[in-house]
């Protein structure tokens, strides 16, 4: 352990699986008390649990984050048993596939346009005024790949993760006076519980990422690790594409 965030307050959203359980882990290993919250209870105290054994300071509140009152607890629970918040990662999130002229503005538009992007909002609104007050702080967003590049069937993920870079770039531009930073990551395909490896979905995303195979959750978390730390004072408003290539665009033969 390298103590990167020693000392340091975190909070995590999403913090329950995938790359939010990840970076949850890996920012206690290096010195943060995080608190971190999610739906699934079960899966969030046993992972409470299993790091207090091995000496962590995290706590675990649950919380939907399409609940305004869920979101208030979470910041509300943090700011009085530490008085300071120095990291957020907004990370909860998620998405359907549909065609577009089926869609079903209930279901397939509302939700996640409200997990995605309004709690990204309302989790920086409740944290910036202690950031402000100790005139420093990190935000991490969680983007996408798809944020920068088109998807079929997914038109409201894609722009609901736009609306994130674009968040993420303009809360950078109204805070850097009050040297809170606010930068973006974009994951292309990783393994989490949504994506069976081996399976015909991981071979067709996978086929279009250069290096060939998709992002372990740990992989994700060293990118939230950097932007939390001190080692990248002067990095601010950018989105930090962890795709292994596939921004960069189609993998096309070789010419022989």
Request: charged letters at 25%; a negative charge; proline letters at 3%.
């Amino acid at each position: 352990m390298a103590d990167r965030l020693k000392g340091k307050i975190a909070i995590v959203g999403g913090g329950t699986s995938g790359i939010g359980r990840a970076t949850v882990k890996l920012f206690a290993e290096e010195g943060a008390h995080v608190v971190f919250s999610g739906r699934r209870e079960n899966e969030g105290l046993s992972l409470e649990k299993e790091l207090r054994d091995a000496g962590r300071d995290v706590h675990f509140v649950r919380g939907d984050f399409l609940k305004t009152e869920d979101m208030e607890h979470v910041v509300a629970f943090t700011g009085d048993k530490y008085g300071r918040i120095d990291i957020l990662m907004n990370n909860a999130g998620g998405g359907t596939k549909f065609d577009l002229h089926n869609m079903d503005l209930a279901v397939d538009y509302e939700p996640w346009f409200n997990l995605n992007v309004r709690s990204y909002f309302y989790m920086a609104k409740l944290v910036l005024p202690y950031m402000m007050e100790q005139h420093s702080g990190s935000i991490i967003n969680i983007s996408s790949v798809s944020s920068v590049t088109g998807s079929p069937k997914k038109t409201v993920y894609s722009a609901t993760k736009g609306a994130v870079n674009m968040f993420t770039e303009s809360v950078c531009c109204e805070y850097a006076k009050y040297n809170i930073r606010c930068n973006a990551i974009s994951p292309g395909m990783t393994y989490t519980g949504l994506m069976e490896r081996g399976s015909m979905a991981d071979k067709v995303s996978v086929s279009v990422v250069p290096m060939g195979r998709g992002a372990e959750p740990e992989e994700i978390a060293y990118a939230a690790l950097f932007l939390a730390s001190d080692e990248c004072t002067y990095i601010n408003g950018i989105n930090m594409l962890v795709d292994g290539g596939q921004a960069c665009g189609p993998i096309r033969p070789e010419k022989i």
